[in-house]
Each structure stands twice: as C-alpha cells, then as structure tokens.
C-alpha cells in the first residue's frame, strides 16, 4: 500500500475487479436548511415552518464506482418510530442495505467507511467476516473530506431540499426521496463527488 493509499493494489481476492463503494449516514429534520436566494431589495427572505415537530430522517447512501462502469448512487431510509425504539439505522439496515447493493452491481465490492461504533460492532463485523464478497476498509478519523457520499448531503442540502417549509414528515420524506432518485440518473454530480475528494479511482485501488 502507497502512501497515501485507502485500499493497495492486490488486498485481497475480493478487491479485483470489485466495485469500490463508500458509505455513509445523514439524517434530515423538518427544520429548512437555509441557502442563499432572492428576494426583493431590502426585504429580508422568511420562511415560515411548523415548530412543533420533531420528526427525523435517517438516510444511508452509498457511492459505488468502477472502472469503465457509470457511477452508481444506492440508498435506504429509515424513520425515527422504530418498533424497537431506535433511532436510525441498525446494523441490520446497513447489513441489508449493502445485500442489494451487492445485487444491483452484480460483483464484489470493498467498502469504504468510517469507524463510527455501528460500523464496528460486533454483529456487523462478524456479517462482514462471513460474505466473501464483501472487503471493508475504515476512514482515517475526522476525514469526511474523503467520503464522496458527504458531497451528496452537501449537494442536497444546497439545492433540492434549500429553503424548503415541510407542510409534514411526509412531505420531508417525499423530497428527500425525490432528490436523491434525481442524483441517480445524474452520474456527473456522482463522479463530480469523488473529484471532490481529491481521490482518484483505478483497477484496484484508491490513491490520493
């Protein structure tokens, strides 16, 4: 492995030809994410909400690219009235999110993601152990710089969902969904996510 490296050429069996994916959660309230607009000269921009909600989105994306293959943007989301009391995903999401992630690229993929504890814990790390198609490497700590999926939150929260009043948890789910199935068929903003990073993508590895 180069300096520099996330994944080196050759890591295991799993890496050639494999899909390189990174992962990452966000959540969205119903609170307006605030962005620069127009209005007339000398009246000050309001948006009016409904304050008494406290309902929130958990989405967790995954940005896959491979060599000579276009882009990919997979993703799941998950309210916070669980039947178990939790609040976002579990394990078990992500174990399920990635499944199909798997289906839908159809070949191996190393998994590039942070070291926050659900990604460690014990049942995730002992799925992972267990799928020969699947090798996962962890972010260096406090790098979201190098997560392409974070250019994807930024780029919602500055266009898609900016300055939007939520009438309710339903229309925040709606737009949120609508804007991320926008991005999916706008491989560019994707690829231009990765170039954001300062990471380039070959047969392989991963250099910076």
Known sequence: MGEGDLVGRGTTAAALGAWTVFADEAGFSMTPHTARTWS??????VIRVNGGS???L?????CCYKPG???RLVFRHTGDRR???RKGF?????RDLLTAAHTQLGGPIVLVWDNVGLHLSRAMRAWITARDWLTVFQLPAYAPDLNPVEGIWSS????????IAFADYTHLVTAVRRALRQIQYRPTIITGCLIGTGLAIGPGDITH
């Open 90 to 94: 579990s394990w078990k999401d992500l």
């Open 54 to 56: 406290r309902r929130h």
């Open 156 to 163: 919602l929260r500055r266009t898609s969902l900016a300055n």
């Open 69 to 71: 293959e276009r882009p």
């Open 83 to 85: 039947a178990d009391g």
């Open 40 to 45: 007339r000269r000398g009246v000050t921009p």
């Open 58 to 62: 958990s989405v967790a994306a995954l």
